[in-house]
Every structure is written in C-alpha cells, then in structure tokens.
C-alpha cells in the first residue's frame, strides 16, 4: 500500500518570500501524485498532479512541484507567496486500487 | 454549477444515535468517496464507489455503511455513532476510477460535514 509524509506541520512564511513544501511517498511502482490546497471551511481544491513525463509540472495559484524519484519526493514550490495562500496543503499519492492516500497536511500561515 | 453537494454542514449527535450524510455530485462522475478529516491525520478513506452498484471499504469503514444509490448520490451512515466518530467528513467523485492507467485522478470535493458525537 501506498503512503505519504509531509514533515513539517506548520509553516510561517512572509508576504512575498519562497515557499516549499516537503512530501516524500512510499509506493512500489511508478506513482502518481497530487496537491491539494483546503482553504479554512472549505472542501479541498486540486493545485496539480503528476502522472509521468515531466518531472517538474505547473499548476494553479503559480505553484509547481518536483518529482524525484530518487528521493522519493515531490515538493511544492511557490516563488512569492501572496496572503491569499495560508491554507492547509495536502500531498496524496495514488496506485492501482482506486484510492488516493493523503499526508497529515501543512499549515501555512503568511505574515505581513 | 453545484459539483459536490453535502448534507448536512453541521450536526451533534448522541452516542448511540444513528445518521446518514448525504452526497450528490451533478458532474456526471462514475467515482465517488468518503473521507474523514482529523487534525493531524489528514484525509482517511471510509468506502468508496468505484461506479455505480459497487461499493467498496478503504482504510477505516468500521462502524459505517454506504448506499450508492444511483449515479448521483453515495450516503454514508452511523448505525451508532461513538465519540471517535466525531470528525468533519468529506465526500468526493471523480470521472473514472482512480488507477495507474488513467491519466485523470483528480477528486472533486464537497464542502465537509462537521459532525460531534457527545
């Protein structure tokens, strides 16, 4: 069965600085992979994915994210963060069984 | 345009008493689920519906049931709610069931239901 970690729990960022978020995911074979972003009160909201190709994919909101397979990894990156981003952020990785398994998720607070 | 409609938002319960949490998606999608949220574990899988008239459990179906009761709707009841059933609960579709071969994957949720067993 397929897992995630996301190490850090919560993290505080200011307007305008970087932003990364760590997952690692264990799977046997090739995975496929997300992020989703829950916005306080609100159901979760697909940022962007990864099936095969290129290992650095684009998605909504000017996030990206690396998978390194070597590491077993696929960190979310934001160059800027805008205020509008404090939210939870969800890893989840999928295999064949019809399911997605989710990380713990990481709390981003962003100071003015 | 809807997408995925939960009912209700809010609800206490008893310890004993039963309910059921609706879920309609208008999306026309084969696929639907139920998660559950809690702090620091974030989203476990209930049951899940592959398509309609299959339902099958994920990681943490004790003390629940579900009815896919056609292509719209997938209910999630608590014969007897216990107090670690107290959680928001999610309900997801998606167009076609999650699989390596499948170049889709992406869930569409509802809004969650927050529901406290005293």
């Known amino acids: 069965a397929q897992s995630v970690t996301q190490p850090d729990i919560h993290i505080t960022v200011s307007e305008g600085a970087s932003l990364e978020l760590r997952c690692n995911y264990s799977y046997g074979a090739t995975p496929y992979l997300f992020w989703y972003v829950q916005s306080p009160g609100q159901g979760l909201q697909l940022l962007l994915k990864?099936?095969?190709?290129?290992?650095l994919v684009q998605g909504i909101k000017g996030f990206e994210a690396e998978f390194k397979r070597s590491q077993s990894s696929f960190n979310l990156r934001k160059p800027s963060v805008h205020w509008s981003d404090a939210a939870e952020y969800f890893c989840a990785v999928g295999g064949d069984d019809y399911k997605l398994s989710f990380g713990a998720g990481t709390t981003v607070t962003v100071r003015a | 345009n809807a997408g995925v409609t939960q009912t209700p938002k809010f609800q206490v319960l008893k310890t004993g008493q039963s309910m059921t949490l609706q879920c309609a998606q208008d999306?026309?999608?084969?696929?639907m689920y139920w998660y559950r949220q809690d702090p620091g574990m974030g989203l476990r899988l209930i049951y899940y519906s592959a398509s309609e008239g299959t339902t099958d459990k994920g990681e943490v179906p004790n003390g629940y049931n579900v009815s896919r009761l056609n292509k719209r709707e997938f209910s999630l009841r608590l014969e007897s709610a216990a107090p670690s059933q107290t959680s928001v609960y999610f309900c997801a579709s998606s167009p076609i069931p999650i699989t390596a071969g499948a170049n889709t994957g992406e869930l569409f949720f509802g809004e969650g239901s927050r529901l406290t067993v005293l």
């Open positions: 990864y099936f095969s190709g290129d290992t």
């Open positions: 999306m026309n999608h084969n696929s």
